[in-house]
């Protein structure tokens, strides 16, 4: 790399220690950050309007010359007003600016300035308030806008990026083979890099942007490539073919043909050199507990142990009951291991498990305690992915001899993600729920009708059902105005309309004892009503719960609300899902139109992308610096081609060409964490 790309940010002229501190929160630290630290937007000064026929409401250029300034009005402590009159040469107007002195004594009247803002008033007197002034340049058509920090603004880094440039574009070394360049017509690094921060045209900027997105879709592709090619090496828990006849006819319902496809992709990965490591994407509801359990039987007539991982104390439970109904009477031997057992029973489990006489056994992150072993681990399931990364993953298979894994979870990927998202593993989806089940009633309200909608749900709990309240925040006062914290929300329905039931409340700041504690009596029909954050979403099957109602619906995402409405609808009565909000009311109708996850997570993805799909990098994705995996669809399916060219030529990029290549993908792996 060049040397120079090394300099550490502070060392640009007009940064120094106090800014350099500034740019580390934005994870900027070198001359190299910092030339990849792309604009979030940009500002179209390509077509300024003239003043007359500026739109209204609606930001816009201006280019004028300076007319008059009347001096400093003090409106009271702390606020300025100044007043500027300009001109295009046919048309006055007034622009008003609020404590900037410094900048209203800088302006020239014999220089032509940029005018960026809203313009309003009268058609006879054209207004503009507080806008971004610049001198004007004829050649910059665009200004680019940054994510910021406190203390920088886009002007300085647009700045510190054009002197970095300027140090390093005779020396940048493109990390792109030049037949790679060639083949999918893509320019320079040093072009690239010089238009994402000064665009010269609405042409070089998509030049730009076309290269620099599929140089991240490549190196991502390479990244999560690799991982797979991590999961080649032999199983110690080899299998053969053997039939699931006496699985199949222990089940008091038929499979659907979903489940038997999946259940048959999973064996046939059982049966590989290879271990298995396959993702099981299936509905809220769809069925995934029974390929879990049929892959569990097969790896126990082939003479092996399993293990299941769930995320929580409850959950763990209810998966070693519904395994035991469907396990037990085919001869499996299952055992529950949790962190709640008394330290007498942990052992018991601990001493069967390692003599052999569980065959599989369920459990939470008490699982990965240094003293849990197994007499032959041949295959590790885990439950709801985005609760287990890689390591921990990693952590129950070293347990074993290189096992098999099977990943279930029940947050509906588009496969075109799915397949970067879980590089490291094999997709099945599970695309058919199992018969009988009673579709749930989606309302939309606004919130003035709130009060008839507590009606419809004390009708419900009249009768013995019970019912949930999500609330989008936690803590009081934690965002915006006029939005009640759970535990507020709670207190309210006590003391007013539901003084007569027995409400709960459930956040995720609880301490998990106390949460399963909450949990387990509404489970027990103990608690009639509960009010809850979103810490419900992977939960428990209960029943008897029938009813729903989301507050502020327009907080989360269609996937999210998806997920949350799944916890009702388990059982035979009808249940009904009551979204509550007074906006986003055409976005929250894709809800109500289908039950569909997949249909519903390919929305989600079209109108809020990736980032906020997907939220808090659950997934373990590489955040990406300028690429969003929706939008630019057809560059990441270019960039898989181009991957497998590249793989299929030089596996390992060894080559010295690929040399460039291979330290961007080791990088992206490294700050990833994957």
Known sequence: MNAKLDTPIRFLKGVGEKRGVLYGRLGISTINDLVHYYPRAYIDFSQPQAIASAPYDKPCAIVATVVAKTGEQRIRKGLSLFKVTVTDGVTDMIVTFFNAKYTVDALKSDTEYLFYGKVGGRLTRREMTAPMVLLYDASQSFLPVYPLTAGLSSKMIGANAAQALELIQDSIEDPLPDDIRRRYELCHSTFALCNIHQPSSENALETARKRLIFEELLILNFSMSSLRTGNKA????????????????????????????????????????????????????????????????????????????????????????????????????????????????????????????????????????????????????????????????????????????????????????????????????????????????????????????????????????????????????????????????????????????????????????????????????????????????????????????????????????????????????????????????????????????????????????????????QHGLPQLKIADMLTDIKLLRLAQNACAELLSADPTLSQPAHALLREQVQKMIANANI
């Open 234 to 617: 032999e199983t110690g828990a080899k299998m053969h073919d053997v039939p699931l006849n006496a699985f199949y006819a222990a089940l008091p319902f038929s499979p659907t043909g979903a489940q038997a496809r999946v259940i048959a992709e999973c064996t046939a990965d059982l049966c590989g050199k290879a271990p298995m490591n396959r993702l099981i994407q299936g509905d809220v509801g769809s069925g995934k507990t029974l390929v879990g359990a049929a892959c569990a039987y097969f790896t126990l007539r082939n003479g092996c142990q399993s293990a299941m991982m769930a995320p929580t104390e409850i959950l763990a439970e209810q998966h070693y009951r519904t395994l035991t109904a469907l396990l037990s009477p085919v001869g499996v031997r299952i055992g529950l291991l949790t962190g709640s057992l008394t330290a007498a029973q942990k052992r018991a489990v601990k001493a069967e498990l390692a003599a052999g006489e569980i065959d599989f056994i369920v459990g939470t992150h008490a699982l990965l305690q240094d003293n849990v072993s197994f007499q032959r681990l041949g295959l590790v399931i885990t439950d709801e992915q985005h609760r287990f990364g890689v390591a921990q993953r990693l952590t129950l298979s070293q347990k074993g001899s290189n096992p098999h894994v099977l990943v279930m979870s029940a947050t509906p990927i588009p496969r075109t993600l799915a397949l970067i998202i879980y590089g490291d593993l094999d997709v099945s989806v599970i695309d058919e729920l199992p018969k009988g089940r009673q579709p749930i009633k989606t309302y939309i309200i606004d919130s003035a009708k709130r009060h008839r909608a507590y009606g419809f749900i004390k009708r419900h709990l009249d009768t013995g059902q019970q019912g949930y309240i999500v609330c989008p925040l936690v803590e009081q006062g934690e965002a915006d105005l006029g939005l009640e914290s759970a535990t507020e929300y709670a207190q309210k329905l006590t003391e007013q309309d539901f003084r007569s039931y027995c409400v709960g409340v459930l956040h995720g700041k609880m301490k998990p004892a106390d949460k399963d504690k909450v949990m387990r009596a509404f489970a027990a029909g103990e608690i009639q009503l509960l009010v809850s954050t979103t810490v419900i979403e992977v939960g428990v099957d209960v029943p008897n719960a029938t009813v729903m109602l989301i507050e502020n619906a327009e907080r989360f995402g269609l996937s999210q609300l998806h997920q949350l409405r799944g916890r009702i609808g388990r059982g035979s009565n009808e249940s009904s899902c009551i979204l509550v909000s007074d906006r986003d009311i055409e976005r929250l109708a894709v809800i109500k139109g289908t039950s569909d996850g997949f249909k519903i997570s390919e929305e989600d993805l079209k109108l809020r992308g990736p980032g906020d799909f997907f939220g808090s990098r």
